[in-house]
């Protein structure tokens, strides 16, 4: 049985942020392009490493989980909630924060490079190949095509399913992945509170 995670709207969440550990699951990259104040980063595929130190800051106080949109952070909650750790997701992730007027904050100048937003990798990658797949059928071989047809299945599926396998390959990409230290250096601000 799938239950839905507690959720905070931006406003609520704002007015609790001083109280709440919030941690933001998207990828560095995204996580450079803004994230909440006092946000901490674990990208989702390395929540199950972050579990013992999530425990702690949990044991301290409520956890708020971040995403884009609100998708990932409610996967994360149930995560979460397998390993006995109650969470709050934020209700339409950043975007909606952003959108509400609130701030966001930015590495400082010779940090970390803002990137794009995974969704926005997705977009990129998806329309290059579908592209590229059409361009070479008729330069090339009308086999090439088949790029283009693999690529529209996959976004069928990704939308029916609502998980995406580029995601999750272009997160494996160097620049969506956290440096060792930045993730040592997140999870021991966890453990010491």
């Excluded at 709207?9 to 803004?34: H, K």
Aim: glycine share 12%.
């Amino acid at each position: 049985m799938t239950t839905t995670p507690r959720a905070l709207d931006t406003g609520q969440a704002r007015a609790r942020l001083s109280e709440l550990t919030v941690i933001d699951v998207r990828t560095p990259g995204e996580y450079a392009s803004g994230h909440l104040p006092g946000a901490l980063n674990i990208p989702l595929g390395r929540i199950r490493r972050a579990v013992p130190e999530i425990r702690h800051a949990a044991g301290r106080g409520e956890v708020l989980v971040v995403c884009a949109s609100g998708a990932r952070s409610e996967n994360a909650c149930r995560l979460l909630a397998e390993h006995g750790i109650p969470a709050i997701t934020l209700v339409g992730g950043t975007a909606a924060w952003a959108a509400g007027g609130h701030d966001l904050r930015r590495p400082a100048a010779g940090g970390s490079r803002a990137g794009w937003s995974m969704e926005r990798q997705v977009r990129f990658t998806a329309g290059t190949v579908v592209f590229l797949g059409l361009l070479l059928g008729l330069l090339v071989h009308p086999a090439f095509q088949l790029l283009s047809a693999g690529i529209a299945g996959g976004l069928v599926f990704s939308a029916l399913t609502d998980t995406c396998g580029m995601a999750v390959l272009l997160g494996k990409l160097p620049h969506n992945r956290p440096r060792p230290a930045d993730l040592a250096t997140t999870l021991a601000t966890l453990r010491r509170g």
